[in-house]
């Protein structure tokens, strides 16, 4: 069984730097063929999907995120990071970290969340 535990800040200050951690047990992070990704869902918006870390270790992102975005891992731990820069209030949300077989869809393992607040 996968499970997939996010860890990080739960207040971020305007204008500082976002980052998260998925910790990975139950499967390697650098299994064939899954991409690890990170979502996020505002206050009453729905899940939006923000980039990922393939198990070859590519990165793909959302192109609105793309300029403030970064996922990196770390394989010794079985982990993957999320950095997200230059945040507003608006980057307010639940993030996510989820396994998936295809880039933004059937993702079969989630994390419960994680509540980020930005605000002075």
């Known amino acids: 069984q996968v499970q997939l535990q996010e860890s990080g800040p739960g207040l971020v200050k305007p204008s500082q730097t976002l980052s998260l951690t998925c910790t990975v047990s139950g499967g390697s992070i650098t299994t064939n063929y899954y991409y690890w990704s990170w979502f996020r869902q505002p206050p009453g918006k729905g899940l939006e999907w923000m980039g990922a870390i393939a198990y070859s270790g590519s990165t793909h992102y959302s192109p609105s995120l793309k300029s403030r975005t970064s996922i990196s891992r770390d394989t010794s731990k079985n982990q993957f990071t999320l950095q997200l820069s230059s945040v507003t209030p608006e980057d307010t949300a639940v993030y996510y970290c989820?396994?998936?077989?295809?880039?933004?869809?059937?993702?079969?393992?989630w994390g419960q969340g994680t509540q980020v607040t930005v605000s002075s």
């Open positions: 989820a396994r998936g077989e295809t880039l933004k869809s059937d993702y079969d393992y």
